[in-house]
């Protein structure tokens, strides 16, 4: 099918890579000519497994083109999706919608009267049913709009855009949805199930689940402050409760908590939107989800300064940047939160990452270590894990500790062989643990 796909951020790159490898015939449209000019040229704008080779493929087999604005091209495509970002406002918590109405403004000279609009960015619940109208208006007949939520997750966002647990269609006419199933075939083909709803219901489908990841990951933090108080370990504790099938272990790892472009901003758009319901109680307990989510980092903060007796004047290696492993996306990332608090106490703070460091350097250049890691920990008194690279597992805590200036390790994401640090000396505390050092 021929498809364009508005908005080439970390979604529509993406989308378009995935649907034409899939198949389809993909125009991606970006109004950033420079982000243009590197996916034209075969260069991925940000870190994503696998994507780099899948983009080359992708324009290699000439189903897949780039351009700033539509042409006469766009008016042969038989979807149009939008994956505009849809970001924090800057006075509110509310998720500023502007850019898809932009983009819906800047379709309708475009678009054809079959064509389907098919909604992907997150949105308050209410949004689409409003863009519709919108665009019937500006187009003079009601325009075909459907939502079709995006689950994808960095570091595995290609294998989850080909392969999605489910695909949800919030859709309100027969041709949209008969257009979409048609589209989604080969998805769908392998098993994946299909569900369509209202446009309601698809569009809080989105903020529910990354809502409710972000309240799994906050309650297994609360029991983790339970279980520090108790004596108890929190870790052995969720592989306990994980093995019941109703909870599952998925997201039970307590730490530094959730960061990134999505949780934190959908919980706080889940708030906003629920206020503006008039249900606003409904979401009270999402204050708490973040107010846990802010407490294990200050958490990691007080362990440091009881560790090193005050972390004024001292050297901290903080072990990862980026918001989780395999992206070199630092957006609400925990360990740029425990960084920037350390600075604020005075302590010298060195963060490391095996990918994100480029980007470190450009947003924050006077925390960025060394590439190498035994060169970034050198005299260093603390080392705190903050984000779960594989990297970091497999450290050789012997060397390391030949570099440190003392050998203390506050281990944030429950990842490192605790007796095997223990057993090459450091001193070790991890988050919801009792950790006992000899
Ligand atoms: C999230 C959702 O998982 C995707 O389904 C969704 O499509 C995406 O947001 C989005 O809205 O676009 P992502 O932001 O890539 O994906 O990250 P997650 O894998 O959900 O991780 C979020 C945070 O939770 C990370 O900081 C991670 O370290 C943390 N986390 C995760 C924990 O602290 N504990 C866990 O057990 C799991």
């Known amino acids: 099918m021929n498809i364009t796909v508005i908005g080439l951020g970390y979604l529509g790159t993406t989308h378009a890579v995935a649907m034409a490898q899939l198949g389809h015939d993909v125009i991606g449209i970006e109004p950033n000519a420079a982000r243009v000019a590197d996916l034209e040229a075969g260069r991925l ?48 918590n509310k998720a500023d919608t502007s850019y898809l109405y932009s983009a819906v403004e800047a379709l309708i000279p475009v678009l054809s009267t079959d064509a389907v609009i098919a909604g992907k960015s997150t949105v308050p619940v209410g949004t689409a049913a409003e863009l519709a109208e919108h665009a019937s208006k500006l187009a003079g007949h009601p325009v075909h709009l459907a939502w079709n939520p995006e689950f994808l997750r960095e570091g595995t966002a290609l294998q989850d855009s080909l392969a999605p647990d489910r695909i949800v269609l919030g859709v309100t006419d027969e041709h949209s949805e008969n257009v979409l199933r048609e589209f989604y075939a080969p998805i769908t083909a392998t098993g994946t199930p299909l569900l369509t709803t209202d446009l309601p219901t698809a569009e809080l489908v989105k ?38 099938e109703r909870i599952g272990s998925k997201f039970l790892r307590n730490g530094v908590g959730y960061g990134g472009g999505c949780l ?17 109680s409904a979401a009270d307990f999402l204050h708490d989800v973040e107010a846990i989510n802010a407490r294990r980092r200050e958490r990691v903060v007080t362990l440091a300064q009881q560790t090193l007796g005050g972390v004024s004047g001292k050297r901290i290696l903080i072990l990862g940047a980026a918001f989780k492993p395999d992206t070199d996306d630092l957006r609400e990332s925990a360990a740029l939160d425990i960084a920037k608090q350390l600075d604020d106490l005075g302590a010298k703070v060195v963060v490391h990452d ?19 890691v035994f060169a970034a920990a050198s005299g260093a008194e603390l080392v705190i894990l903050a984000t ?38 450091w001193h070790v505390d991890a988050l919801g643990r009792n950790i006992k050092n000899g």
């Open 45 to 92: 704008p940000f870190y994503e497994p696998g994507l780099q080779d899948a983009l080359t493929a992708a324009i290699g087999s000439a189903r897949l083109s780039f351009a700033t604005a539509h042409g006469e091209s766009s008016k042969t495509a038989a979807v149009h999706f939008l994956c505009v970002g849809t970001p924090q406002s800057s006075d509110s």
């Open 207 to 244: 903020v529910a689940a990354n809502s409710f990841l972000a309240t799994k990951i906050s309650f297994i933090n609360a029991v983790a402050e339970v279980a520090e108080a108790a004596g108890a370990d929190a870790v052995r504790l969720a592989e306990a409760i994980g093995l019941d």
């Open 388 to 425: 779960e690279w594989r990297q970091y597992r497999e450290l050789d805590p012997f060397e390391l500790g030949t570099k440190v200036g003392a050998k203390n390790l506050i281990d944030g994401r429950n990842l490192l062989d605790i007796a095997r640090w223990q057993s090459a000396g």
């Open 354 to 372: 095996p990918m994100a460091l480029p980007a470190l350097v450009r947003q924050h250049p006077q925390w960025a270590g060394d590439q190498d």
């Open 264 to 280: 934190p901003k959908d919980v706080r758009a889940f708030i906003a939107r629920a206020e503006d319901l008039g249900v606003s």
